[in-house]
């Protein structure tokens, strides 16, 4: 998913990068493990698997089909409970109030969001303009592009596209959406390759803009930010959190905040004191990619970067 995988997208394909998942968050029988980002349900069917019966597994997505999935397959087990909403709000859910022994966070879009015309966030079909997770909330891609000037659209496609024509494409939708509103996702596919100079990149030209248009539509990286924190403040201690990332801002942001919990702060020359500091997180590994025998049957895994950390015991004052 997310530059995708998942076992729903091809029957028999594994999600991305399973069994260094299931290895990371160590299941333990009697625990309760937390995947923020159900999607099909690929990973927490591996977890459900090694749970035994005082185990339990919470399932939350932002996506209402996805969670109709979770319901329709898992609402039966007393193990599991499942909540609609933003891991960004995770700590808000009463069931995460005893603690977790493991989070997942397998970040972007998924396969069959990516795969339906008619949720708007494919360049390759043509549907409606929209590319949000939760349809319900928000502002659509849409009624975006149709309110935003120049500066904030090419500034969202600069940022989170590191689209380099970014100026030209906002100006160019600012011009035609006078004529005519962008409501489909083949316009806006078209009008961007329009304004492109041909070059010999292999990637459609509209890839960084509708990358960009999805994380801003969505509020990806704000909420990447917010799920981290809450992640943390729910782990018990000796619990796992695990995040897959698809690009670069994703990794960057997750990165940062492993090490601003596992790692003292570069010194400071002008500070006459070293200021102490206590690690409360054990980064496990670097970043991992998914194995060659895994490219090899899935190669949208290939951006696929899984980073782990391990929440360390509250050390006593001395
Ligand atoms: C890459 S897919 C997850 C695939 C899943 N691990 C599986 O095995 O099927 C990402 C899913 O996360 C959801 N998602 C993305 N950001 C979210 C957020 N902030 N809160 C809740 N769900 C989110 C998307 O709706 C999508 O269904």
């Known amino acids: 998913m997310a530059g995708g995988h998942g076992a729903d997208a091809a029957p028999g394909h594994l999600p991305v990068m399973y069994a260094q998942v299931l290895d990371a968050l160590r299941v333990q029988g ?20 090694q749970l035994g019966p005082g185990g339990r597994l919470l399932l939350m997505d932002k996506d209402p089909e996805a969670i109709a999935v979770a319901e329709r397959e898992f609402a039966a087990d007393p193990r599991v409970s499942i909540f609609r909403g933003s891991f960004a709000q995770l700590a808000h859910w009463d069931a995460t109030q005893g603690g977790l022994d493991g989070v997942l966070l397998d970040l972007g879009v998924s396969s ?10 494919s360049f390759g079909k043509d549907g409606p303009l929209d590319m949000r997770m939760d349809p319900d909330s928000g502002e659509s891609a849409a009624q ?10 090419a500034d969202v496609l600069w940022r989170y596209g590191e689209e380099r024509m970014s100026r030209k494409i906002a100006r160019a939708i600012v011009a035609r959406r006078d004529e005519q509103p962008l409501v489909r996702t083949a316009q806006l596919a078209d ?37 981290l924190e809450a992640a943390y403040a729910r782990l018990n201690a000796g619990g796992r959190l ?13 990165k940062q905040f492993f090490a601003q919990h596992s790692k003292a702060p570069p010194g400071d020359r002008r500070m006459p004191v070293e200021q102490s500091f206590t690690p409360t997180l054990r980064t496990l ?13 899935n190669p949208r895994a290939r951006s696929a970067v899984l980073r782990v950390a391990e929440k360390l015991p509250v050390q006593e004052a001395a």
């Open 30 to 49: 009697d625990g309760t493990y937390l995947d923020g980002t159900f999607g099909r349900g690929g990973h927490a069917r591996g977890v459900l698997g």
């Open 112 to 121: 069959p969001q990516l795969d339906v015309a008619a949720r708007g966030f």
């Open 144 to 153: 975006w592009l149709a309110r935003a000037d120049d500066r904030e659209i």
């Open 191 to 227: 009008l961007i390759a329009s304004v492109m100079p041909r070059g010999k990149e292999k990637i459609h030209p509209a890839t960084r803009s509708f990358q960009a248009i999805r994380i801003f539509i969505n509020r990806e990286l704000a909420d990447l930010e917010a799920g």
């Open 242 to 254: 695990a995040v897959i990332s698809f690009h670069s801002l994703e990794d960057r942001i997750v």
């Open 285 to 297: 590994g670097g970043a991992e990619k998914a194995d060659e025998a895994e490219l090899a049957v």
